[in-house]
């Protein structure tokens, strides 16, 4: 079933030099108990997708067109006061460096009980209890005892426990995961991202898990969107992508994770850089970088086509192109 | 707790010492006690004996000495211009000082903070602007032009205030207050409001640009994703948060508003220590000078000691590393 379903979602900044267009009109959707993988290189608009979901875009930056449905009902025209109540109890959210978003001067458990009592009735000692609960559940040790404790006496993996904590205490039914693991140290990165899909799991909840690091991707989500300057270049089945890449993006980018099983000589990387805002060629965004290029891509925008079993914004699978 | 404040209060002696050297070295060089006590005749012998009787023969830090030993009791001698115990003439100015100090300040913090956060919160709004406007007058006007401005408009045109004095007052055995008279606090309010402008607008401005600064924490974001309202993030959250840097301003400034009451109290005539001072920096009235500059400087390390402890109250931070040095062998 469709829980989160992102329809030609479009996020403008407007400038002093013209209006920037950091997303164009992306769609894709999450089912319920479903984990889908975000990918991209930093500024192809992983996070600010994750932002316009929860409706927490940095202004000016705004929703310029599309629509999200969150549960079969538009979210992206609610008021603050409706979406407030959605954040949190609905669409929870996980941030990348939890040793600035956890607030230093309130205890851990304070954070957690005004979190808990701000989406449920609960009196002070049951909300208190489950906080203590969710702390132990996250396997923040000796929880009881911790739960008046300040951040700054947690370490960083601990921290983001806490953080995880946070975001699924009331029980959301989706939760927006951004790089929840790029700030901490490889051997607590594991850990973190397998007590996130634990958490799912036993919860029931759906997981968008933005990252730039496509061996998280590979072993956790089930799909797996790639994005190239602020659009979606190819969705699918995560085995799919990651084994049997269909745009030349994504193939590029699996290209370039090391692996142990097929050692090569050298890492292929992918030439030149993602364009800027201002200057995005023409037709698909790729073709100054790409090896397949040819006229059709430098002239007209390709949407998402079938390819196999996934789907890829490339005009190499326009099978109607293909019959002419 | 306490060996933190036994610590703070062993770092202000070297502090007072200094202060007091440069108290003590001002009776050296504004001048000649001896000369003045004496006027125009007299012999060799009578000068000699005066200055025997004085103690001004003996060395320099055994002046020093007996003059910090006698400060630290109290003693600062008799005043050259009224023939009076120093310390007499401070303790019956010293009420009406703090009066207007601590009404100054609380009048700059309850409407300093507020605006600081109000102007943060909604910093486009017309009323922030408004206020900011209203700040930079504050912030940049002399306090003697607020207060002779105040005296035109409110005294002289109106007549709704007096314009000097502290009208009647009411004593408690050494301290005497115009909290309980109409005319004390009618009295209070424009020297209170020149005193206190410049700090509120301050404040105002320091609580704003903090608040805003806070607003695009990590944290402050992440409490919106929680879901929290917006009451409890503004107020919960951010505002516990721009404490920290204003507690430190506040404090100094209310020091400051003790010591440089100076001349808001030469403006409004008010009895206070700084109109004390005043008049006795025209006559070169050394005992007073150097007995005001030496209370200032207890009054600054008092506050500082204050500021700490509200520090360790907000920051949990500070809490630990005082436990973590306690528990260190």
């Given at each position: 079933?469709?829980?989160?379903?992102?329809?030609?979602?479009?996020?403008?900044?407007?400038?002093?030099?013209?209006?920037?267009?950091?997303?164009?009109?992306?769609?894709?959707?999450i089912?319920?108990?479903?984990?889908?993988?975000?990918?991209g290189?930093?500024?192809?608009?992983?996070?600010?997708?994750?932002?316009?979901?929860?409706?927490?875009?940095?202004?000016?930056?705004?929703?310029?067109?599309?629509?999200?449905?969150?549960a079969?009902?538009?979210?992206?025209?609610?008021?603050?006061?409706?979406?407030?109540?959605?954040?949190?109890?609905?669409?929870?959210a996980?941030?990348?460096?939890?040793?600035?978003?956890?607030?230093?001067l309130?205890?851990?458990?304070?954070?957690?009980?005004?979190?808990?009592?701000?989406?449920?009735?609960?009196?002070?000692?049951?909300?208190?209890?489950?906080?203590?609960?969710?702390?132990?559940?996250v396997?923040?040790?000796?929880?009881?005892a911790?739960?008046?404790?300040?951040?700054?006496?947690?370490?960083?993996g601990?921290?983001?426990?806490?953080v995880?904590?946070?975001?699924?205490c009331?029980?959301?039914?989706l939760?927006?995961a951004?790089?929840?693991?790029?700030?901490?140290?490889?051997?607590?990165?594991?850990?973190?991202?397998?007590?996130?899909?634990?958490?799912?799991?036993?919860?029931g909840?759906?997981?968008?898990?933005?990252?730039?690091?496509?061996?998280?991707?590979?072993?956790?989500?089930?799909?797996?969107?790639?994005?190239?300057?602020g659009?979606?270049?190819?969705?699918?089945?995560?085995?799919?992508?990651v084994?049997?890449?269909?745009h030349?993006?994504?193939?590029?980018?699996?290209?370039?994770?090391?692996?142990?099983e097929?050692?090569?000589?050298?890492?292929?990387?992918?030439?030149?850089?993602?364009?800027r805002?201002?200057?995005?060629?023409?037709?698909?965004?790729?073709?100054?970088?790409?090896?397949?290029?040819?006229?059709?891509?430098?002239?007209?925008?390709?949407?998402?086509?079938?390819?196999?079993?996934?789907?890829?914004a490339?005009?190499l699978?326009?099978?109607?192109?293909?019959?002419? | 707790?306490?060996?933190?404040?036994?610590?703070?209060?062993?770092?202000?002696?070297?502090?007072?010492?200094?202060?007091g050297?440069?108290?003590?070295?001002?009776?050296?060089?504004?001048?000649?006690?001896?000369?003045?006590?004496?006027?125009?005749?007299?012999?060799?012998?009578?000068r000699i004996a005066?200055?025997?009787?004085?103690?001004?023969?003996?060395?320099?830090?055994?002046?020093?000495?007996?003059f910090?030993?006698a400060?630290?009791q109290?003693?600062?001698?008799?005043?050259?211009?009224?023939?009076?115990?120093?310390?007499?003439?401070?303790?019956?100015?010293?009420?009406?000082t703090?009066?207007?100090?601590?009404?100054?300040?609380?009048?700059?913090?309850?409407?300093g903070?507020?605006?600081?956060?109000?102007?943060?919160?909604?910093?486009?709004?017309?009323?922030?602007?408004?206020f900011?406007?209203?700040?930079?007058l504050?912030v940049?006007?002399?306090?003697?032009?607020?207060?002779?401005?105040?005296?035109?408009?409110?005294?002289?045109?109106?007549g709704?205030l007096?314009?000097f004095?502290?009208?009647?007052?009411v004593?408690?055995?050494?301290?005497?207050?115009?909290f309980f008279?109409?005319?004390?606090?009618?009295?209070?309010?424009?020297?209170?409001?020149?005193?206190?402008?410049?700090?509120m607008?301050?404040?105002?401005?320091?609580?704003?640009?903090?608040?805003?600064?806070v607003?695009?924490?990590?944290?402050?974001?992440f409490?919106?994703?929680r879901?929290?309202?917006?009451?409890?993030?503004?107020?919960?959250?951010?505002?516990?948060n721009?404490?920290?840097?204003?507690?430190?301003i506040?404090?100094?400034?209310?020091g400051?508003?003790?010591?440089f009451?100076?001349?808001?109290?030469?403006?409004?005539?008010?009895?206070?220590?700084g109109?004390?001072?005043?008049?006795?920096?025209q006559?070169?009235?050394?005992?007073v000078?150097?007995?005001?500059?030496?209370?200032?400087?207890?009054?600054?390390?008092g506050?500082?000691?204050?500021?700490?402890l509200?520090?360790?109250?907000?920051?949990?931070?500070?809490?630990?590393t005082?436990?973590?040095s306690?528990?260190?062998?």
């Amino acid at each position: 079933m469709t829980l989160l379903d992102v329809q030609d979602l479009t996020v403008e900044f407007p400038t002093r030099r013209g209006t920037l267009r950091a997303i164009d009109s992306i769609s894709f959707s999450i089912g319920t108990g479903e984990i889908l993988g975000v990918v991209g290189e930093s500024g192809a608009g992983k996070s600010l997708t994750g932002a316009a979901i929860i409706g927490l875009l940095e202004p000016p930056g705004r929703i310029a067109g599309g629509q999200i449905l969150f549960a079969g009902k538009r979210i992206d025209n609610l008021s603050q006061d409706r979406m407030r109540a959605i954040r949190g109890r609905q669409i929870g959210a996980i941030f990348q460096d939890p040793l600035t978003t956890l607030d230093p001067l309130v205890s851990i458990g304070r954070q957690l009980v005004e979190t808990i009592q701000t989406h449920l009735r609960l009196s002070d000692r049951d909300a208190k209890a489950r906080a203590i609960k969710w702390l132990e559940e996250v396997g923040i040790p000796a929880a009881r005892a911790r739960i008046d404790a300040y951040p700054h006496e947690f370490s960083g993996g601990m921290r983001q426990r806490v953080v995880i904590a946070l975001a699924l205490c009331a029980e959301p039914r989706l939760v927006i995961a951004d790089e929840p693991t790029t700030a901490l140290d490889v051997s607590i990165q594991a850990q973190i991202i397998e007590l996130l899909k634990r958490l799912a799991r036993d919860h029931g909840t759906s997981v968008m898990l933005v990252t730039h690091d496509m061996g998280v991707i590979a072993e956790t989500c089930d799909r797996v969107a790639v994005m190239y300057a602020g659009r979606i270049a190819e969705i699918g089945p995560v085995v799919e992508v990651v084994r049997h890449p269909k745009h030349p993006y994504s193939e590029g980018l699996m290209g370039s994770i090391p692996s142990l099983e097929h050692r090569v000589a050298r890492l292929r990387q992918i030439d030149g850089a993602m364009p800027r805002l201002a200057a995005i060629p023409p037709g698909c965004p790729y073709n100054p970088r790409c090896p397949k290029v040819f006229d059709r891509c430098r002239v007209e925008r390709p949407g998402l086509l079938e390819a196999d079993a996934t789907r890829a914004a490339c005009w190499l699978y326009d099978k109607a192109a293909a019959h002419v | 707790m306490p060996a933190f404040i036994l610590s703070r209060i062993l770092q202000a002696i070297p502090v007072l010492l200094v202060v007091g050297f440069i108290s003590f070295a001002m009776f050296a060089f504004v001048g000649d006690p001896v000369t003045a006590m004496l006027g125009q005749d007299y012999t060799e012998a009578q000068r000699i004996a005066l200055v025997h009787k004085l103690g001004l023969d003996q060395p320099f830090f055994v002046q020093y000495a007996k003059f910090m030993w006698a400060a630290a009791q109290g003693e600062f001698g008799l005043s050259y211009r009224l023939a009076r115990p120093v310390s007499g003439l401070i303790l019956e100015r010293l009420p009406a000082t703090v009066e207007l100090a601590m009404t100054s300040a609380t009048l700059a913090l309850l409407i300093g903070v507020p605006m600081g956060v109000y102007t943060g919160i909604r910093r486009n709004s017309f009323a922030s602007r408004a206020f900011m406007v209203f700040s930079l007058l504050g912030v940049s006007l002399p306090t003697f032009l607020i207060g002779i401005l105040l005296i035109l408009v409110f005294a002289v045109l109106l007549g709704w205030l007096p314009s000097f004095g502290r009208g009647e007052v009411v004593h408690f055995s050494h301290w005497s207050t115009g909290f309980f008279t109409v005319s004390g606090l009618k009295a209070l309010i424009l020297p209170a409001v020149t005193l206190g402008l410049f700090q509120m607008t301050l404040i105002m401005r320091l609580v704003r640009s903090e608040m805003l600064e806070v607003l695009r924490s990590d944290y402050i974001k992440f409490a919106r994703a929680r879901g929290l309202s917006q009451r409890a993030i503004n107020f919960g959250h951010a505002l516990k948060n721009t404490l920290v840097p204003v507690i430190t301003i506040v404090g100094l400034q209310l020091g400051g508003l003790i010591g440089f009451s100076i001349v808001t109290e030469t403006v409004f005539q008010w009895p206070g220590m700084g109109l004390l001072l005043v008049q006795s920096i025209q006559v070169a009235d050394i005992p007073v000078m150097s007995a005001y500059l030496l209370l200032i400087s207890v009054v600054f390390m008092g506050i500082n000691l204050v500021v700490d402890l509200l520090y360790y109250a907000v920051d949990p931070r500070l809490r630990m590393t005082r436990r973590v040095s306690a528990n260190a062998p």
